[in-house]
């Protein structure tokens, strides 16, 4: 399996980190530019939740495209976001249900700190998406949220951790020490610790199962 990973990462393009983080900053500064506007704009004739909304939505938007130009074509190491047929779309579900049973076990093991694994779905849900945040929000408020939070949010972590990320790491570790370490701040980035130890075991199994080609199929299993 180790040999099988190196092997692919090895016939990877490298991605420098210094471009990763101009990147990165580029973007940030291009949403929090055009955040401010938005916030200027909307502050007094739009409620704040479909403001806030709106401006995370174009932060996000702002990573997506920084990534897609800087690293293109999209379709192409290191982004490799394409579809690569109904075997990977197989694999990726196939490794959704190994990491919910493996998370499962995770989670009884941590009863004592986030309660039952019930408990703990029942947390993750509420602090882990925008359904407790939005409640009794207005409509408009939850037709941004949903596809930023299915659609935007899942393609920009597939590029940032399992793309670019794992790309620079494969320099400087062995294939499956870069997995383990992307899949740190993968699970730090989901903030809530009740949250954590899933997002880490989906760090950890997303790119075992072919780290050449489908991205694609991983952000939709997310």
């Known amino acids: 399996m180790k040999i099988a990973l190196d092997s692919r990462l090895e016939a990877r393009p490298v991605v420098g980190g210094r471009r990763i983080l101009l990147t990165i900053a580029a973007a940030l500064a291009a949403g929090a530019a055009i955040g401010s506007a938005t916030f200027v704009g909307l502050r007094s004739v739009a409620d704040s939740n479909v ?3 709106v401006i995370t939505l174009e932060v996000y938007g702002c990573l997506v495209v920084s ?5 293109r074509p999209a379709r192409n190491p290191p982004l490799a976001f394409r579809y690569t047929g ?3 779309l197989g694999l990726a579900f196939l490794t959704w249900l190994g990491v919910l049973a493996a998370a499962g076990v995770v989670y009884f093991a941590l009863t004592p700190i986030f309660g039952d694994p019930l408990e703990a779905l029942r947390k993750i849900l509420a602090v882990a998406t925008d359904a407790k945040r939005l409640q009794g929000k207005p409509l408009l408020a939850w037709s941004i949220a949903v596809p930023r939070g299915c659609l935007l ?4 972590e ?3 951790f399992r793309g670019l990320l794992l790309d620079w790491l494969r320099k400087r570790l062995s294939a499956s020490r870069a997995i383990a370490v992307s899949a740190v701040p993968f699970a730090v980035m989901h903030v809530y610790p009740v949250a954590m130890p899933y997002a880490f075991l989906f760090g950890l199994a997303s790119p075992a199962h072919g780290l050449d080609a489908e991205h694609v199929v991983r952000a939709c299993a997310q």
């Open 51 to 53: 403001t806030g909304q």
């Open 67 to 71: 990534f897609a130009l800087a690293f």
């Open 86 to 88: 109904a075997k990977h």
């Open 153 to 156: 949010v899942p393609v920009f």
């Open 158 to 160: 597939e590029w940032m």
